[in-house]
């Protein structure tokens, strides 16, 4: 019996040391392992072309690598302080950019200027707006990125064209190019010019064949000799045919990406030398600018430009011979700052202009006798548009904090461009909701319409939305983020074998550690319902269980990734809607920990909490859901049931804001509060006689008469007021009922006539002096050839 039970306790060991080996004794692990691993890799991985490596390797990871990470550092993410504005900054926003947005309204400019105004203009390029990116020692503002977004948000609050022209030669263009690639020549001739706005630049990428797919511009230049300045210099002759370029139609510097060639190999050995970025003056012969288009009825400077064999000497290609070809390369590392301000800040403004005026829109507006934003319907709205914006302007802050502290994010700056415009694109439906006819008949007074219209331009600019979705975030995040995905793909395209297995080898192991450890506690954190995942102290008690929870979501969808990029491999590239569920839940746990973070940082508001609790609650339900989508439709779907019980062993566990938590975020929208003031800091409000400056005083004046008014109905209720009246009659004849029989004194009669008064005035919609419809067919303004064609209109009618 005991000899039985010794052979099979040595025949167990024997077992176990046979499948433990290979693993632990590193040369056997290589040998059988590792080794014909590698080979499956080499196989399976999906070719990559130089310009997809340079996108995959542009910019820096920095919080995101912490949320892939299946157990994020939380007190990394408590340690970012946030940037504070300057002296300096702080001034220049309360008095360039206050006046800027004085000087300019959304209507003026669009239907009366169809441009900025020329003062406007001499203001913004005097006053240093184009170049708030550049150093002071080339005479730029030399602003950080923070003051830059809190400048473009304040200025989306007021007029859309105003903060484009502004946000773009402050976004990736020749004036970002050059302060990180430009020669030393090229730096003190061009800096100073675009920071005076004696040049204004643009940066045409775009041509008809190729809009996201950019790499693929068929725009060309050969490398060649020719004529410059009366003398034979090495040079390329340039044709290029340009369109939706901003700023294009009025540019002096053209700045211009185009493929470089070399066929007689005059700067170097190779032939395809890839894209380049060049400057040239626009009164350049040869250079066509071409007719402007129509953006939306956004009346910023956009269109075309082209040109046909036109010479440029190299010393114009931006960082001169050397950089031949690493067009695309500079592109993508300049992407990332630009896209973490420019969008995410014009679309956080709008939304505050959304959020404030639909909101005292709201109350001061009634129907069957209530403030519609009292009706439930609305409140679902209101709800929606406060809350959101709570987390926009957190991600727009925290994203521009991140750049300043020196990352270049090119995962989060994807992540807040994505998901801030279109978070913007819900708040302004919504409150066109909200507003109703209001905000549909255009006018002076319309202060939502504009937004609503140009809403498509932000969504598809600066890498369009769906393509973001589906193929960058995950994308480049699940390869940026993860620990070992990067290695073990250096590995594979390693050339010296005997390191390439080393290297391989040990990624390969640490990633396969890695997914073990995000497994099994993905399994316990779901058990447990994540009760037990560790917190730093500090955080806000109420807010506390949110860190344990995106734990929780943060292994789930280390493991999910895991999987999914080991069963589907290269094909996971063109199964965009898993690539995008599992960036929909990377993008969600950034805007949940942007939103923790700003709750921290601005002092544990209280008063703001329903808005933090509701912003986290719906990213985290939106998150599970993407999840969930992610695993049913795994291709394997047993892999795809195995998951589910791992990931959610005891079923899904967040659930939707309540309808009474979204009726705390709501009241808060409807009256002015510090809640409110906190969501839309910064805005532009202007006079008190224009839309937003009008809502104001009537959401005030509405407050102030609510009591008085209910202490009429409850007159009129007891009897002590007769209800009756005759045709015509209205409120201001029962005020003045209720001031006779002394329910109210003549001050509140008086109040309750201002506040009317204001009221009417805020729900108005804009007359004309003319019938639109008629002056829009004959094109302008036009009074005599209006009334001719009324005259020719009525005959026909008449004959028909
Ligand atoms: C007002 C305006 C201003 C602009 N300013 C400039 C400028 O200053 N300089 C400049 O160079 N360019 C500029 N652009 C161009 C802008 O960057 C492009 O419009 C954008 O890249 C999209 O290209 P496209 O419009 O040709 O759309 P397309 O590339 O044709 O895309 C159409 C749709 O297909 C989707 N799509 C494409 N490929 C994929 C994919 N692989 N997976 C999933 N979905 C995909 C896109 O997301 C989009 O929804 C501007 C455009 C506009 C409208």
Redesign the pocket.
Known sequence: MMSLLVTWLFALVVLVAIIVAPFAISPLRRAWISKPMLARFRQVMPRMSQTERDALEAGTVSFDGELFSGRPAWNELLSIEKSQLTAEEQRFLDHEVETLCAMVSEWETTNVYKDLPPEVWQYIRERGFLGMIIPKEYGGLGFSACAHSEVITKLSTRCASAAVSVM?PNSLGPGELLLHYGTDEQKQHYLPRLARGIDIP?????SPQA????ASIPDFGIVCYGEHDGKRVLGLRATWD?R???LGPIATLLGLAFHAYDPDRLAGNRVDLGITCALIPTTHPGVHIGRRHM?LNAVFQ?GPNSGRDVFIPMDWVIGGAPMLGKGWRMLMESLAAGRGISLPSSNTGMAKLAVRTTGAYARVRSQFKTPIGRFEGVEEALTRMGANLYLMDAVRSLTATLVDRGEKPSVLSGIAKLHITERARQIVNDGMDVVGGKGICMGPSNFLGAAYMQMP?SI???G????TR??IVFGQGAIRCHPFVLREMAATQERNRAKALLDFDAALFGHLRYAARNAVRSLVLGLTGSHFARVPAKVAPEMRRYYQQMTRLSSALAITADVAMATLGGALKRK?KISARLGDVLSQLYLCAATLWRYEQEGRQVDDAPLVHWAIRDAMFKAQNALGGVLSNFPNPNLGALMHRIVFPLGHPYVAPSDALGQEVAKRMIEPSATRDRLTAGMFIGDPDEPVGLLERALAATIEAEPIERRIGDAVRGGVIDSKLAPGEGAAELAARAMRTGVITKGEDALLAFKNELTAAAIRVDDFDRDLGVSLLVGHADHEAERRLRASVAVDRAVA
Do not use: H, M, Q, R
């Not at 643009?202 to 775009?206: G, N, R, V």
């Not at 809009?211 to 950019?214: H, I, L, N, P, V």
């Not at 369009?464 to 393509?467: G, S, T, V």
């Open positions: 773009v643009c940066f045409a990428l775009t809009g996201s797919d950019a340009k939706y370029i901003t953006p956009n331009v598809t600019v600066e369009a939305n769906i393509l589906s193929l965009e």
